[in-house]
């Protein structure tokens, strides 16, 4: 079936003549869609004429890149130092449990949420921290995500 | 007449701590009583462990911040200091009265940090009213050679963690001949438990620009970029808005300030990859590939970005140099020791009460860090190590306390100076884990190119991992020591060469945590969950049938009202039932 790539093409357009545009256009396009497809990279790479082998490695090799379909809201967990010393994984268990996922898994099946691991948040002083979309958490006990969640899931509704 | 002006710290710290609320709180009040006060922002006064902060000043108390403030207790605070009477509780810093911190903060030495938490970032007029952009001023007026003689006199060392003389840096890529030239500001701060670089641009990011648009005059370079990790929107948001101000007042842009010459400013966010921190990587992510380190030389001095010569410094470093422009070389060498002049700033988290941002003149003894600048320790669990330098450093024992902070002092201890990120450890952390915890990160975060630091790396977890789950052996330790040997050798750049240092520092200093979960099978700390022991007092332990409801698999007997047993063969450490015995009835161990 033939896709309708349009929606890119301003983006293309943006970036295009830019050196070193690769990365900022592949932010901005999952900006958009919400991950990298597979289609998606190989019609930025025919439009901008870099191999698709090339574009998939730069997609792969930064941790920002998603090439699967995410949930609406994005809960970063910190693993940096201050936080894995301050129990987060107690957090990371507490959120899993929250949402029902195995370990293992990122996304859960009504696509609400996508858990992702962090290094660092930068707010090392509140740990155990974490990010829901970009507002951040701190100073949490595994009894405070339940409500955390929640105020995102009612904002669905 | 005086005017009171409320301030209200909104980094991202103040913000995740619930500054937000506050700051509505107090507008909506000004919304009913106009004219109350003046209602301002800051960031973070590096106070972080008190957020939210709210600092009150203009009338005849003289400045006094506030710590922990709530939307239900800020009105009546506020409302105490407007009728000239000193708030009754929460005061943290105060200028003309004793104060909890006051004590904390005067320990430091703050040129970085100056005017973090004091100043709205986001108005250029605050930085000029603090003498913003009078360096540059002075410096337009100065030869470049003159400039970069000032910074190499100064004696100022990188920031970023290996602490090359940043004017000797600059005098390599003044005298690179070419049309072109680069300035970049490395802002990735990748280490885990670092926010220096986060704090300094989300709090006073024109400092950050106003020593770039130096540095480009001075090493004759007309285009720069700030690369910024993605994870700090706050700080991309405060930058973006700093350049857009600097460029309508002519301090960025053609014909700055009419001398002819002309700067340009990008800002490039991070795509999530530990090694972009690294200058050869940097410079490729900028170019839109995969960020692998490449081989120097050639030096971004001579050949960096596309090719042509550029400069990376550390957002620290940056920072520093219109406060060297403005007071001189000679001030500059006045604080710190000989080596390592001037000042750092650190970020303390872990387990110390005073977990924040803080500056201090290098010199100080590690020991006076954590217990006069940083307040000692969180809790009663004494202290056991201080981790510095992230992932490339190391953790120094309560011996070596007395170190003081310069780049040499540091490194002689296995750590290294590194970023600025300190973690302060108690007696409830393992130190076998901490050093798997590292060498997870950068077994993460290698790049792949190496392959000692590809491999050597993962093998080095398998060994660490096999050890905390009790699975380890004596001739694991030489196994460790030999591969950390050899990454070190095997490796292009920093990160494969420093990649050992948590293994080899935790290994020089807590030999017998190591022996202890080898030979013993027995994890000190209780963190090795794999090694822990769970058992039921009999003495404390009142039947209340919590434990053996909780257990997963079943393994707690026992009657109502009667003590219960762990059946020790069957038990997972899964620990559920010692966090729901109310009775502390149950000892891990
Ligand atoms: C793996 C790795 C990560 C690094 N991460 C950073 C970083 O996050 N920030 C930084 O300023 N320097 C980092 N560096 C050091 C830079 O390569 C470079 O030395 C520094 O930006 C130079 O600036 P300075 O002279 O002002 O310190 C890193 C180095 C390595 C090997
Ligand atoms: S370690 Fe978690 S925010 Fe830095």
Known sequence: MEQDFSRLDHLISVHREKEGALIPLLQAVQELDGYLSRPVLQYISDELGIPAAEIYGVATFYSIFRLQPQGKHIVRICKGTACHVSDANGIKAALLENLGLEAGETTTPDMQFTVVEVACLGCCSLAPVIMVDDQTFGKLKPQMIAGILDRFRDAEV | ?589
């Open chain 2, 1 to 589: 007449m005086e005017q009171m002006i409320v301030k209200v710290g909104l980094a991202s710290c103040g913000l995740a701590a619930g500054a937000e609320d506050v700051y509505l709180k107090l507008r909506e009040y000004l919304g009913e009583n106009p004219g109350a006060f003046r209602l301002a922002e800051t960031a973070c006064n590096g106070m972080c462990f008190e957020e939210p902060v709210v600092e009150l000043c203009g009338l005849d108390l003289g400045k006094v911040t506030l710590g922990r403030v709530n939307p239900e207790n800020i009105l009546p605070l506020v409302q105490e200091y407007k009728s000239g009477k000193l708030p009754s509780s929460n005061i943290i810093l105060a200028e003309r009265h004793p104060a909890v911190r006051n004590e904390l903060m005067a320990n430091q030495k703050r040129i970085v940090l100056q005017n973090c938490g004091i100043i709205d970032p986001l108005s250029i007029g605050d930085y000029e009213e603090r003498g913003g952009y009078a360096a540059l001023r002075k410096a337009l007026k100065l030869s470049p050679q003159a400039i970069i003689d000032e910074i190499q006199n100064s004696g100022l060392r990188g920031r970023g963690g290996a602490g090359f003389s940043t004017g000797l840096k600059w005098a390599l890529c003044a005298a690179s001949k070419s049309d072109k030239k680069y300035v970049i500001c490395n802002a990735d701060e990748g280490d885990p438990g670092a926010f220096m670089d986060r704090s300094m641009l989300e709090g006073d990011p024109h400092k950050v620009l106003e020593g770039m648009i130096i540095g480009a005059y001075a090493m004759g370079s007309d285009e720069g970029y700030i690369y910024c990790r993605a994870e700090y929107p706050l700080a991309i948001k405060h930058l973006n808005a700093a350049i857009k101000a600097a460029q309508e007042r002519n301090y960025l842009g053609n014909n700055i300030l009419g001398t002819g010459f002309s700067f340009k400013l990008h800002i490039k966010e991070g795509a999530g990859a530990f090694v972009c921190g690294e200058e050869t990587a940097l410079i490729h992510s900028i170019e839109g590939k995969r960020g692998m380190p490449t081989i120097r030389p050639p030096f971004p001095a001579e050949r960096g970005l596309w090719d042509k010569p550029t400069n990376i410094n550390n957002v620290e470093t940056w920072a520093n140099i219109a406060w060297i422009i403005q007071n001189g070389a000679k001030a500059f060498r006045q604080m710190g020791t000989q080596r390592s002049p001037g000042t750092k700033v650190f970020a303390l988290a872990g387990m110390i009460a005073g977990s924040g941002l803080i500056e201090i003149p290098m010199g100080m003894t590690l020991g006076d860090i954590i217990y006069k600048v940083g307040g000692g320790m969180k809790t009663d669990k004494p202290f056991k190590a201080l981790q510095i330098g992230g992932p490339s450093g190391g953790c120094v024992p309560a011996d070596l306390l007395d170190t003081i902070v310069d780049y040499d002092s540091i490194t002689a201890t296995g750590a290294i100076m590194g970023s600025g990120g300190m973690v302060v450890m108690d007696t409830g952390t393992c130190m076998v884990d901490v050093a798997r915890y590292f060498l997870n990160f950068t077994q993460n975060e290698s790049c792949g190119k190496c392959t000692f630091c590809r491999i050597g790396t993962r093998r080095m977890l398998e060994i660490l991992t096999r050890i905390t789950e009790g699975r380890g052996v004596p001739e694991d330790l030489d196994k460790l020591e030999d591969l950390a040997k050899n990454i070190i050798k095997g490796s292009l750049c920093g990160l494969g060469q420093s990649a050992p240092n948590p293994v080899l520092t935790t290994l020089k200093y807590f030999r017998d945590e190591y022996l202890a979960h080898i030979n013993d099978k027995r994890c000190p700390a209780g963190v090795c969950t794999v090694l822990l022991r769970f058992e039921i007092n009999p003495d404390k332990c009142i039947g209340c049938t919590a434990c053996a409801r909780a257990c997963p698999v079943n393994c707690i007997s026992g009657y109502v009202k009667k003590p219960h047993l762990i059946d020790q063969s069957q038990c997972i450490q899964c620990g559920q039932c010692y966090k729901v015995c109310k009775f502390d009835a149950i000892t891990k161990g």
